[in-house]
């Protein structure tokens, strides 16, 4: 503090030591000057703010919290000693406006508006909460508080106030900004410099007027600063009333103090007494149970470590005068409490001396505010009050304090109220935890769900951004049957195709239907393509490959389907032959090549046409080998929604040799081939270098117990990035990807549901970077069960990108986008039924004529949905 400002405050001091009180209850507000990227400038001080990131210590095993904590305190004693800081926990309703504006710049594919419309309803629905850290550091005083306001009060005499910054100190203001940022990133916080427009919020919003947006510019100053920050108070003495523009009542705030904590706190656990601010309900005169959601303001300077060892000695010193001057005395007694408070110090003493341990004075207090009466907020306060003082720290209401704390709680301000502080170890802070919770999913993309840990939240999940960050591709749904994964999985893939990707997902179950009718419910190209006997030639690999590239692929699809003998005989020579003279023609096809063979000279050529022609008259045959009906459509390279399904497809386990492999597992297995070229060569086409792809794979174990398949998986999974192809795939086995290191290596994002076998559940657990063992595999038994055990039809343990693991539950925006998707055999009997239903009232209105497709009858059934 300056020499200036200290003699300035001797007449308040004296004042308001007669009264007990500090100066800074009378001095005046600060007046705001410029908010920028980091930046809080006031007419008396500049202070840069940063945006905390939270970590999710929700499933962190114990021992990880310990760290987490221990670094937190470390880093408070290195990086803030000497600084003035102030942190706030904030909170906002999630704004489903705002959502919709960046729906329209997400997704390009599909009815984008009813989609983000969809979204839009569903999160003002849910009036979810969302949490801010912010930290602000003093990096510079400007002025005194007197000098600022008699400054102020003779240029607005002289007609000549002045609210801008000059260029100059902006830019060393920035730089200090700068510097501390880089010292803060390194924090468990890692904090990064706070947006202006953040900061606008976060200042407009104390008023709890509807403010308009702050301007696009680098710097807010001057009338567009004076608008954000204008407010009216009315100050009682157990609460603060807020007016709008016309002297209505908008909110009602009241500030509580926090006097006394409890010796120790025992962390990790529930007196982490700022993490669990998102834990505090109250029940709503509606008789409805809801979260309060306090909001904190917390104050704190660390002390330099040579300033605090210097008042521990001193503290030490007085109680050893007077343990001498007691046993000097006639009774010779000395007090307990002088001799453990010399023994304290003693060794706080040696503790800070040996490690990096210093010691800190905090101002914690907490903001309770209610937008429905007087009523509403004494019964947020009494649950916040109840909340603390079961984990015995006191919570009261600062009675006759409203408006010095209020003021002290802004952003910009200073500590007004500084009888109410305490002094501390840098632990202490830290051990509240208040950056934890959970916390998981991407800072922006689509929303995929909720949060349903201790921190309420939305988690953000895009299985394509991979390639963009750089970083690996693959996303894993993995569960036992029935609790949502492959839903989920679809949830993705839908949302991906939204995002104009081309996804395909081949599926093995049968029941992906509702892909389909969920892509063309939000009016995406949507292609359904079943491999049968009514869908001849469709996966036909002439069809489906470029020029030059399907000769080599049929040879190989024919030689797994004919016999063992014929292979011994040599037919690859007559198949490789037929196959170079039908791809020389302008329409090849398979089928073509089977008459080939069939009309050829040769005896072994004859034989193996006349068994190709009969395998393609079968269920799995036809798709690869049969001739095209008029109207199918076949497989093609080309964006929108994709599902390929392969009912009835038997795969040989890995390492079965040809000849032990029966003639159902050798056709099957052709098929699959033929569709594994066809998503390879889909993922490496040039022409769609650009275009994120997405393939999604369910029941992904069919393809880990053969050879081919678990090479497709590792191709695509090694190669993903490069080609901007993302591979979703959904599995009842975890325990089967253990040994497929190119899938391991490259998967990003784990969704894990309910597991009922311990190797199972241990598979899982590791695959989660959670530890092995009881804890865990508690966990993943009940994660998809309610406490009750109703079954929680996609809620999972999550794994984001940044290895944070928490628990959520899958979201869609709709319930009818929801039951489209569904995978339950009787909702998909009952639609079915309903489809037919609406195509007869269709028809019938409209004249009995029949439509040329089946296009106009299938979105007819699904708007019936």
Same mark, same amino acid.
């Given at each position: 503090m300056s020499a200036t400002k200290t003699k300035s405050k001797k007449g308040l001091s004296r004042f308001g030591r007669a009264l007990g009180l500090g100066a800074e209850r009378f001095l005046p507000a600060p007046q705001l000057v410029a908010v920028a990227d ?154 990064r410099i706070a947006p202006a427009e953040l900061l606008a919020w976060a200042i407009s919003r104390e008023s709890y007027r509807p403010q308009p947006a702050p301007p696009d510019l680098p710097v807010i100053s001057g009338a567009s600063l004076v608008r954000l ?143 429905? !009466? ?304 066809? !998503? ?109 055990g109703v079954i929680r039809h996609g809620h999972c343990i999550v794994r984001d990108c940044f290895d944070r693991v928490a628990t959520m539950q899958w979201d869609a925006p709709s319930w009818e986008l929801l039951r489209a998707l569904s995978t339950n055999p ?40």
């Amino acid at each position: 503090m300056s020499a200036t400002k200290t003699k300035s405050k001797k007449g308040l001091s004296r004042f308001g030591r007669a009264l007990g009180l500090g100066a800074e209850r009378f001095l005046p507000a600060p007046q705001l000057v410029a908010v920028a990227d980091g930046l809080v400038v006031t007419t008396t001080t500049a202070e840069a703010w940063f945006v905390l990131s939270g970590a999710n210590t929700d499933l962190m095993p114990e021992d990880a919290q310990d760290l987490e904590q221990d670094a937190a305190a470390l880093a408070l004693s290195k990086t803030l000693p000497g600084y003035e800081a102030h942190l706030k926990i904030l909170w906002s309703q999630l704004d489903g406006e705002a959502y919709r504006a960046e729906a329209h710049q997400m997704f390009t594919a599909g009815d984008v508006e009813a989609f983000a419309d969809m979204w839009a309803r569903r999160l003002d629905g849910l009036d979810l909460p969302q949490r801010h850290l912010l930290l602000g550091v003093k990096i510079a005083e400007r002025a005194t508080t007197a000098n600022a306001t008699a400054k102020g009060t003779a240029a607005s005499a002289l007609g000549l106030h002045h609210t801008g910054l000059p260029q100059s100190e902006l830019a060393q203001l920035d730089a200090a900004a700068r510097r501390l940022e880089r010292r803060l990133e390194a924090t468990p916080w890692r904090a990064r410099i706070a947006p202006a427009e953040l900061l606008a919020w976060a200042i407009s919003r104390e008023s709890y007027r509807p403010q308009p947006a702050p301007p696009d510019l680098p710097v807010i100053s001057g009338a567009s600063l004076v608008r954000l920050s204008q407010s009216r108070a009315i100050p009682h003495s157990d609460h603060i009333e807020l007016l709008d523009a016309r002297g209505k009542p908008t909110a009602w705030v009241s500030m509580l103090a926090m006097p006394t904590f409890p010796e120790k706190l025992y962390t990790p656990g529930e007196q982490e007494w700022l993490r669990c601010l998102s834990e505090i309900r109250y029940t709503h005169a509606s008789g409805e149970e809801t979260l309060v959601c306090p909001e904190a303001s917390v104050r704190f300077s660390v002390w330099r470590k040579g300033a605090a060892i210097k008042a521990v000695d001193k503290v030490r010193q007085s109680a050893k005068e007077q343990r001498r001057s007691a046993a000097e005395s006639s009774a010779g007694e000395t007090l307990a409490e002088t001799e453990e408070t010399e023994t304290v110090m003693e060794g706080l003493r040696q503790r800070m001396s040996r490690d990096s341990m210093t010691l800190l004075e905090d101002h914690p207090r907490l903001l309770v505010v209610s937008t429905e !009466s007087v009523e509403d907020l004494q019964a947020r306060c009494d649950a916040v009050i109840a909340h603390f003082a079961g984990l015995s720290i006191d919570v009261m209401v600062a009675a006759d304090e409203q408006r010095e704390m209020w003021l002290e709680s802004q952003i910009g301000d200073m500590l007004r109220v500084a009888d109410l502080g305490h002094i501390r170890e840098s632990a202490a802070l830290a051990a509240s935890m208040f950056w934890g919770g959970s916390e998981a999913g991407e800072d922006e993309g689509p929303i995929a769900g909720l949060l349903t840990g201790t921190t309420p939240g939305v988690c953000r999940i895009d299985i394509t951004a991979g390639s963009a960050r750089g970083d690996a591709t693959t996303t894993a749904f993995l569960g036992r049957s029935g609790r949502g994964k492959t839903t989920s999985m679809e949830l993705a893939t839908v949302t991906a195709a939204m995002r104009g990707a081309f996804a395909l997902m081949l599926g093995f179950k049968g029941d992906e239907g509702g892909l389909i009718k969920a892509g063309r419910y939000l009016g995406l190209p949507s292609h359904h393509v079943t491999c049968g006997t009514d869908t001849p030639g469709v996966a036909d690999l002439f069809r489906v490959l470029p020029s030059g590239e399907a000769a080599l692929q049929v040879v190989s699809q024919m030689l797994i389907m004919l016999p063992e003998r014929m292979r011994a005989q040599g037919v690859e020579t007559h198949l490789l032959r037929a196959a170079n003279s039908v791809e020389a023609r302008p329409d090849p096809a398979s089928w073509r090549m089977v008459e080939l063979l069939s009309q050829d000279s040769h005896e072994l050529a004859q034989d193996a046409g006349q068994a190709l022609a009969e395998v393609s008259r079968t269920q799995l045959g036809a798709p690869v080998l049969g001739r095209p009906r008029e109207g199918a459509s076949p497989l093609r390279p080309e964006p929108g929604l994709w599902l390929v399904q392969v009912p009835g497809l038997t795969l040989p386990q890995s390492g079965t040799r040809p000849a032990d492999m029966t003639m159902n597992e050798r056709v099957s297995l052709a098929l699959m081939r033929g569709l594994i070229a066809y !998503s390879l060569n889909t993922a490496s086409r040039a022409d769609l270098r650009d275009l994120p792809k997405v393939i999604s794979v369910p029941e992904v174990h069919v393809l880990t117990g053969t050879d081919d398949g678990r090479r497709f998986l590792d191709l695509v999974a090694r190669m993903g990035r490069a080609l901007d192809t993302s591979l979703a795939i959904d599995s009842q086995d975890p325990h089967s990807l253990l040994g497929l290191d190119g899938v391991l290596e490259a998967i990003t994002t784990v969704f894990g549901f309910e597991q009922s076998t311990k190797e199972q559940q241990d598979a899982l657990a590791e695959l989660l970077r959670l530890p092995v063992g009881d804890s865990s595999r508690a966990l993943i038994r009940g994660v998809s069960k309610t406490a009750r055990g109703v079954i929680r039809h996609g809620h999972c343990i999550v794994r984001d990108c940044f290895d944070r693991v928490a628990t959520m539950q899958w979201d869609a925006p709709s319930w009818e986008l929801l039951r489209a998707l569904s995978t339950n055999p009787k909702d998909q009997a009952a639609d079915a039924e309903a489809e037919q239903e609406a195509l007869k009232r269709l028809q019938s209105d409209a004249g009995a004529e029949e439509p040329q497709d089946g296009t106009e009858s299938d979105r007819a059934g699904s708007g019936a949905e």
